[in-house]
Structure formats: structure tokens, C-alpha cells
């Protein structure tokens, strides 16, 4: 592993910040103290500093030669509503918040690569470090996007990282095309007309049309999506009824669907609408269906992809990165700034972790281990995209 031997003697720098910013997780737009963290540790290293978009986010400007191009590196600051149950000494000193997805990490990784970059200016462009709020569930991207991130701060194409719990360190992932899944959110009330449970005749019983739905609802993916593409539909919660004797009004269904193309992300939403509101008439009762979209797909674009893949292979080595990685059903909200440019996302191996647990577990910790190979890749990525003339 080709780690930039300047950032290698930052290593237990980027720990103690890592551990720190780990030990006070902050949740969706209140990430005050880490970005004041970010915001500081930015000026120190001489780089010109942006803050309040989207709430919480920091942007980090750095010029180097006379070059008009640009390019954005992205890191997300936001913890998680988890209660942590790691016993080590930088857990979580916030009550029902924690760093269970790393982003702890991702924030001093890219706080590395900046520092490095400040002091060696070794590339020709400008280069923004955009740390963005509150990417669990909460659009801090969007937020971003919509506050004119982009026309505030242009860029030819921007870029995000993901640690990845299972991927052996020193390894990397990614591929063209989709990565990552869209996210929409559903709820549909099945309204039917209660009554006595030994007189069923009497009434619309809403508890059977809903179970119709829930089931019927898993042939969109086995019969409408074609089979080489992939979708999920996932109902998550079935609520009604508060007695044995009494069929209720109505049952709400939640739940959540999943897809890597916009136009099988549409066809979700059309068929769900029409066998939950279809089947609820055929059962005598009525479907309200609200859907929401939340996510789009992220799309890693073809040309930076293979730039990025060039780079991790002269880091890591080619038999270290894998170019055709399987994309997650996960989502995540960079999606909103690949809409907007062109770019790549890719998975950092974070090696098994304790217990081999995965992102979002109460046990979960980012791997110090990966810090300066997490920036180093950074760094070579600004000064190969952005390469001296
Ligand atoms: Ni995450």
C-alpha cells in the first residue's frame, strides 16, 4: 500500500481527532461542534473556509496554480440515533447518539487529505472540501445541492467514500453505473368498516384486504420488474385492530422500496398504487396510498470512475481494487450531488471490525487503521485528476 508518507506521520493526529469527534456524535443539521472542528481545522491549515450551507456543512476552498478547473471531495459529519455499546475509552459521551457509521472516520480522512494538499500544493485547480450534514435518512445532500452548492462552488465532477465493515483493509470497491439504491417510503391506510368479530358479514374487514396487499405487493418485484433488474419492496410494519372481538376501521401499512434505475424506481411506485387501491376495492374497502420519494440511485459516471480506479491501482495495487464491485440495495444521499455532476463513489475497506459487525450495529467502530490510506487516496485522487501540466 502506497500511503503518502507525509500523511503516514499524521496518523496520530487523525486518530485523536477520529476518537474525538467519535466520543461527541451529533445528528442530522445539529452537527454545531464537529463542524466548528472542521471549520478550525481548515483555517489552520490555510485553506479558505465556507460555512452555514445546508445548516451544519462546511465547504473548504484551495487554490493551487492558475488552472480553472475544480473538482469536490465529499465527507459526511452526521452520527446516529443509537444508543452505543462499545465499552471503549472514545465512546459515544452523548446519550442515544453515535458514530455507528463511521462518518467520524470520513470526516478526518478528508481532514487529512486537505492539510496534505495545503501544504504541498501539488496539483493545478481548485479543490473543495465539501463536508456535508446530516446524510442519515435527512437529505443533508440535497439540502446542499438545493442551497446552491454547485453554483457557489463549481465543480467538473465530485467524489465520496464509503468505509465498507467485511472488505479486508487496504482494499477497495466501486463500479460504473449504479452503486447504491434509490430509498422511497410508503404508507397505505386501508380503510374498511369495523365491527363484531362473530359478525365478519357486517363489515369490511380491513385486516384481510391488507393482508392481500402485503402479500400481492411482493409479486411487483417477481412479475412487473424485469428479472436481470433488481427492486425491493419491503412492508415493515402492519398496524390495526386493538382487541379479539373487534374488527377495526382501518390498518396502516409502512414500508420501504429500493431500486438502481429511475425507471424501475417509477414502476414501484405506479404498481404499488394500483394493487393497493385495486385490492382494497376488490375486498370492498379503500386504499389511501402516500408515497414518498426520498433517495435516487447513486450513479457513478463512466469517465471518473475509471480515473478513480486508476488511482486506487497505483495506490493499492490492481489486485487490491475491485472494479465491478456488486452494488448495495442501500442508499445514501451523495445520490443528490451525482445528479448534479458527474463523479464516483467508492467502498474503503474497513477491515472484519470487532465481532465482524456491520454499519449502523451498536457495536460498530470506525478502523484507525485506514485513515491515511483513506486520505492518501484523496490526495493522489486531486493531484492526478487536477494533474500539473
Ligand atoms: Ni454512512
Redesign the pocket.
Known amino acids: 500500500m502506497a500511503v503518502i508518507e507525509r500523511v503516514r506521520e499524521m496518523h496520530g493526529e487523525l486518530v485523536e481527532l477520529r476518537r474525538d469527534i467519535h466520543a461527541h456524535p451529533e445528528t442530522a443539521f445539529e452537527e454545531r461542534r464537529t463542524s466548528d472542528i472542521v471549520a478550525r481545522k481548515l483555517e489552520a491549515f490555510g485553506i479558505e473556509v465556507h460555512r452555514g450551507l445546508a445548516k451544519t456543512g462546511v465547504v473548504g476552498t484551495l487554490r493551487s496554480g492558475g488552472s480553472t478547473r475544480a473538482i469536490g471531495l465529499r465527507a459526511?459529519l452526521d452520527a446516529l440515533p443509537i444508543q452505543e455499546l462499545n465499552a471503549f475509552a472514545h465512546r459515544s459521551r452523548n446519550d442515544g447518539r453515535m458514530h455507528a457509521?463511521?462518518?467520524d472516520g470520513?470526516t478526518a480522512m478528508l481532514l487529512g487529505a486537505a492539510r496534505y494538499l495545503a501544504e504541498t500544493r501539488n496539483f493545478d485547480g481548485t479543490v473543495n472540501f465539501i463536508f456535508q450534514p446530516a446524510?442519515?435518512g435527512e437529505g443533508g445532500g440535497r439540502a446542499m445541492v438545493e442551497e446552491g452548492l454547485f453554483e457557489r462552488f463549481p465543480v467538473e465532477a465530485v467524489f465520496g467514500m464509503?468505509n465498507w465493515p467485511g472488505m479486508p483493509v487496504g482494499r477497495f470497491g466501486l463500479r460504473a453505473g449504479p452503486m447504491m439504491a434509490s430509498s422511497d417510503v410508503f404508507e397505505i391506510t386501508v380503510r374498511g368498516r369495523g365491527g363484531h368479530a362473530a359478525l365478519p358479514h357486517d363489515g369490511v374487514d380491513p385486516i384481510v384486504a391488507a393482508s392481500a396487499i402485503v402479500q400481492a405487493l411482493q409479486t411487483i418485484v417477481s412479475r412487473n420488474v424485469n428479472p436481470v433488474d433488481a427492486g425491493v419492496v419491503s412492508v415493515t410494519q402492519f398496524n390495526g385492530g386493538r382487541t379479539w372481538n373487534v374488527i377495526p376501521d382501518e390498518v396502516v401499512l409502512r414500508g420501504t422500496t429500493r431500486a438502481f434505475r429511475p425507471a424501475t424506481q417509477d414502476l414501484l411506485e405506479t404498481r404499488l398504487r394500483e394493487i393497493a387501491e385495486g385490492l382494497a376495492r376488490a375486498h370492498g374497502a379503500e386504499a389511501r396510498v402516500h408515497y414518498e420519494r426520498r433517495y435516487p440511485p447513486t450513479v457513478n459516471s463512466a469517465r471518473e470512475t475509471e480515473l478513480c480506479a486508476r488511482v486506487l491501482e497505483a495506490m493499492a495495487g490492481p489486485e487490491n481494487v475491485e472494479r465491478d464491485i456488486d452494488p448495495v440495495m442501500g442508499a445514501?444521499d451523495f445520490a443528490f450531488m451525482l445528479q448534479a455532476k458527474p463523479g464516483c463513489y467508492i467502498f474503503i475497506g474497513n477491515g472484519p471490525g470487532e465481532g465482524g459487525c456491520m454499519?449502523h450495529n451498536a457495536h460498530y467502530d470506525f478502523n484507525d487503521e485506514i485513515l491515511p490510506i483513506g486520505a492518501s487516496y484523496w490526495a493522489r485522487l486531486v493531484e492526478y485528476a487536477l494533474a500539473k501540466p
Open positions: 459526511d457509521c463511521g462518518h470520513h446524510e442519515e464509503h445514501e454499519l
